[in-house]
């Protein structure tokens, strides 16, 4: 089995900044790409940034030069740092990541984290 378990959501103001960490454990035979995505009240679940196992990385166009996104791939864990943050920057943050499993060598499968909530109030 496989768990991802986020930490460092929390309440901050305009133009603060957070640091959310997502590490993946269980029986992990390897961890692909890793990422964040946020969901607002009344919206879909939006891509924030993801990072490949070789530290290639992508970002949503409305956090670009502000968010960085990085991992250890030896601790199975992935960061995002997060500044300038704004209110609509607020919502649920999941973790995401492709792993492939000891037990199930032939699957690479998605697994998501419970979520973390930020809110930034003005």
């Known amino acids: 089995q496989v768990q991802l378990v986020e930490s460092g959501g929390g309440l901050v103001q305009v133009g603060g900044s957070l640091r959310l960490s997502c590490a993946a454990s269980g029986t992990i035979f390897s961890v692909y790409v890793m990422g964040w995505y946020r969901q607002a009240p009344g919206n879909q679940r939006e891509l924030v940034a993801d990072i490949g196992g070789g530290g290639d990385t992508n970002y949503g166009d409305s956090v670009k030069g502000r968010f960085v996104i990085s991992r250890d791939n030896a601790k199975n864990t992935v960061f995002l740092q997060m500044n300038s943050l704004k209110p609509e920057d607020s919502g649920v943050y999941y973790c995401?990541?492709?792993?492939?499993?000891?037990?199930?060598?032939?699957?690479?499968?998605?697994?998501w984290g419970q979520g973390t909530q930020v809110t930034v109030s003005s």
């Open positions: 995401k990541a492709a792993i492939r499993e000891r037990l199930s060598p032939a699957r690479v499968l998605d697994h």
